[in-house]
């Protein structure tokens, strides 16, 4: 289930990189961030919370009070920005970097978790390391006041995130079939050990 909604999430963040990079240059592209940020906010939240209960049906054990937290304030201010984006244009370049820094630091702490199972290669914590160099530069340097150029380094950064996340995914995917893979091959020789041995007494 958090398999599937993570593959999930990198395709809805890959398509507003997309999104992003092709209408940076418009005027209102602010507002119609604001309002792909909040879809962004509110569609992985929605699904999140179903997931969350029906699994929490299925298997009769309560929801974790911290992801129901977590999802609700994701879906409140999804649909807080949806409502009203002019109230977060005027310093939406800042949360723009911050967002940056903050998805890159979270990208890093996953790689690190996964590196605990399995040797992660050092490339791919490039991607979220520039995502907080180009972050730290939005909100510190007067680079802030060019929207187009926020927006496009904005949606590059995502496309470039999501497709760490897919290789990422897909890595562990890899991994843990091949895991099981040779554990069932190894629990087919000792059966088959077992057998012969039972044959020779």
Not at 34 to 48: A, H, K, Q
Not at 74 to 100: D, E, Q
Not at 169 to 192: C, F, K, V
Request: net charge neutral; glycine share 6%; proline share 2%.
């Amino acid at each position: 289930m958090k398999l599937g909604n993570n593959w999930f999430t990198a395709v809805i963040v890959f398509i507003v990189g997309v999104a992003l990079i092709v209408l940076h240059s418009r005027l209102d592209v602010l507002s119609w961030l604001v309002r792909l940020v909040g879809c962004m906010l509110v569609i992985p939240s929605v699904c999140n919370l179903i997931l969350q209960a029906v699994h929490s049906v299925k298997h009769k054990i309560p929801v974790s009070a911290s992801v129901l937290i977590l999802a609700i304030a994701s879906l409140a201010l999804g649909i807080w920005m949806l409502a009203t984006p002019a109230f977060f244009v005027n310093f939406f370049s800042f949360l723009l970097g911050a967002i940056l820094i903050v998805y890159g630091i979270i990208h890093i702490i996953i790689i690190a978790r996964l590196n605990k199972e399995f040797v992660m290669p050092f490339w791919f914590y490039v991607i979220p390391l520039l995502m907080i160099v180009a972050g730290v530069v939005i909100v510190a340097t007067d680079i802030h006041t060019k929207n187009e150029i926020v927006v496009l380094i904005m949606g590059i950064a995502l496309i470039s995130s999501s497709v760490n996340t897919f290789l990422e995914l897909y890595g562990g995917t890899s991994r843990n079939s091949a895991a099981h893979h040779h554990d069932e091959n190894g629990s087919d020789s000792s059966s088959d050990g077992t057998a012969s041995v039972g044959e020779l007494n």
